[in-house]
């Protein structure tokens, strides 16, 4: 069964989703319910002090979205900001997967924790790829990344397909990390902001 990730689709955003309305999205909720796996990763109360999973329920409810479809969803609050030092420094997003497929593979959770070791052994393995690129990020950086919790949560999933945003910040965090599982997945850009 296919998967839709539908990335922070909340009322904290509204504002921001220009590009479609939200009744459009509602509908094509509706109509693929039980077709594929719903998941709705959110910015929530857990980790950003945001919407409660309750009351982000109770606002797609509101909007339109039926009861099978919150009944057989999965709600995850994602958290934000594990890649944003690396995107923030323009670091090509193939690099940080990269890296970031590195350092799940080798059981580190922040950047901060790469000994001269764990360096030596990421260029060994990425050096005609990355050309030290993160590694002399963060060997002058006090600033890190690291892998969030969604890293083990995504890994149990196939055939995604993404809708939300920001399509330049936590959708783009989201697809890094799928990109770094070496999950296949597409984007509905009719559904993104």
Known sequence: MRTLINVDIQPEYEQYINSFTIPRWINFLNKINLKMKIIFLYNGKETLDMISEDKYKEWLLENGVSDEVIDNAIFYDKGYAFFRYCMDES???????????????????????????????????????????VYELFDRAEDCIHIPDLMDFLKNYNGIVLTGGGISQCLKEVEIALKALKKDYTILREFTY
């Open 91 to 133: 670091i090509d997003e193939d690099t940080i997967a990269n890296f970031v497929r590195f350092m799940y593979e080798n059981h580190i959770h922040d950047s901060r924790n790469m000994d001269r070791d764990m360096w030596a052994k990421y260029l060994r393995q990425y050096r005609r790829i990355d050309k030290k690129e």
